[in-house]
């Protein structure tokens, strides 16, 4: 066996075989005994690796003699803890990618789900493949200077999206987490002051606003990143009803990418602190991404609730032990510890802090019910989305009709939580996202106190 002393990455020959795994702290980069071709060599120069201590190059010999002389050079080389030397380039991506672990997440929003080493290397490794292409780190960092929010709220995207993906069985993960990377990059783009406005916007400002996902395109294509997320990059802020931007693209037209990411970005907007609002909690969040499966793909509502164990007051939902419950409470804080009431008895319990019982199944919501084969929503839902757009256009008539349909049966006390303040939530919802003005929110909130004057009595 030949043995061969190379400090530098520029001096290496394809066909010598690297003697011991190579990390970049708990990610694994590079595996012992592999072979040095030109895949290798590019990657090793991407990665900013400078040198190596020593290397050792395959002969006939070896070829016969594996078990013997093959092996005992890897042994040796793992006893000498031979040093690998990384750039500074690498140092700070992973450094970036923990100082934005502990700024976004938390488990009021995600649950327990991250309260796993491996799921945090595996998001660790698909952040740093991702940042290894020069363009999209550079990016990445302008956009932290320029509006912190908006990077955080994207690496939260990021995150989110590439764990609910991985559940759901998306074709290309890698390339979904790089497009989750890139989705609100055309952010760049758009004037500071405008991004960083904290009253309503005019419908010029709004417009302008909207390009980013045109502005993010022009990105991908002017620094030649190559992947098939151009369209979840453009068309996340499509909605399944035709109302969203920047084409007005509806149902059948909007992959199952971009449906998935429209409920992850929506869910990270509402729940993440802005400097003029307070978060929204994650029960509240997934009221009312339920409320609008008009808008909202159900299937990955339901699949992200799942995948985090955090579900709204008042779910259906099947237990571990066989049983079936309805969450009553739902502590902000704590949203995977609910208190729950079994079905058929009077028993009323925490969720076991031991895990003895755990939720396994979201069953229903209000009028959302969990249907694998059509993800069904009954006709109350219908009625509630026409009667939210009759009292903000203004036509009450409709309204007081589509009222009644959804008050029949209610108790006084259940009318004003189940339609009062969800509408009210509705409206500040739509305001917050830009879809109302000020004056369009403040008519709809006369409406809704003529509404409560005329009907409640």
């Not at 450094?95 to 799921?119: C, H, M, P, W």
């Not at 602190?273 to 008009?294: I, M, V």
Request: charged share 30%; net charge negative; proline share 2%.
């Amino acid at each position: 066996m030949s043995n061969i002393d190379i400090h530098y990455i520029r001096g290496l020959r394809k066909g010598e075989i690297i003697p011991n795994d190579i990390y970049f702290n708990k990610t694994l980069l590079i595996k012992a005994g592999t072979k040095i071709d030109d895949t290798i060599l590019r990657n090793l120069k991407s990665w900013g690796i400078t040198k190596l201590n020593s290397l050792y190059i395959k002969t006939e010999k070896d070829e016969n003699n594996k078990n013997e002389e093959l092996i005992q050079p890897f042994e040796t080389a793992v006893k000498k803890k031979e040093k690998i030397y990384y750039s500074k380039e690498l140092f700070d991506i992973k450094k970036l990618f923990f100082e934005s672990l502990q700024n976004v997440v938390s488990e009021a929003r995600y649950g327990l789900i991250l309260n796993s080493d491996t799921k945090i290397s595996w998001l660790e490794n698909l952040f740093i493949s991702s940042l290894l292409n020069t363009d999209i780190a550079i990016a990445l960092y302008n956009l932290k200077n320029k509006d912190p929010y908006s990077y955080y709220h994207t690496f939260d995207v990021f995150l989110l999206g590439s764990l609910l993906a991985e559940k759901c069985g998306i074709r290309d993960v890698r390339s979904f987490a790089m497009g989750c990377l890139l989705h609100d990059i055309g952010k760049l783009d758009i004037d500071n002051e405008l991004l960083h406005k904290e009253g309503a916007l005019s419908k010029a400002e709004f417009d302008e606003i909207q390009k980013h996902t045109l502005y993010g395109i022009d990105f991908i294509v002017k620094h030649k990143i190559i992947g098939p997320f151009l369209d979840i990059v453009k068309y996340h802020h499509e909605r399944l009803d035709g109302t969203g931007y920047p084409d007005g693209l509806k149902g059948e037209d909007l992959t199952e990418e971009v449906r998935l990411l429209g409920v992850i970005d929506t869910y990270s907007a509402l729940t993440l602190q802005r400097a003029y609002r307070e978060a929204f909690p994650a029960k509240k969040a997934f009221e009312l991404l339920l409320s609008k499966g008009n808008k909202f793909d159900i299937k990955y509502v339901i699949k992200l609730m799942e995948l985090i164990n955090i579900y709204p007051t008042s779910s259906i939902v099947n237990l571990s032990n066989g049983k079936k419950a309805r969450i009553r409470y739902v502590h902000d804080n704590q949203p995977y510890f609910p208190i729950l009431e079994e079905l058929g008895t009077s028993k009323v319990y925490q969720l076991p802090l031991n895990f003895s019982v755990t939720i396994s199944r979201f069953v229903k919501w209000d009028q959302v019910v969990d249907n694998s084969e059509d993800d069904s929503i009954d006709k109350k839902e219908i009625y509630w989305n026409y009667f939210s757009a009759s009292v903000i256009n203004g036509n009450m008539e409709e309204a007081v009709n589509f009222y009644n349909l959804l008050t029949e049966g209610l108790e006084i006390n259940n009318i004003f939580i189940d339609v009062i303040v969800r509408l009210i939530i509705d409206i500040e919802t739509k305001k917050l996202e830009g879809e109302l003005s000020t004056g369009e929110e403040h008519d709809a909130f006369i409406r809704i106190k003529d509404l409560l004057v005329n009907n409640l009595k």
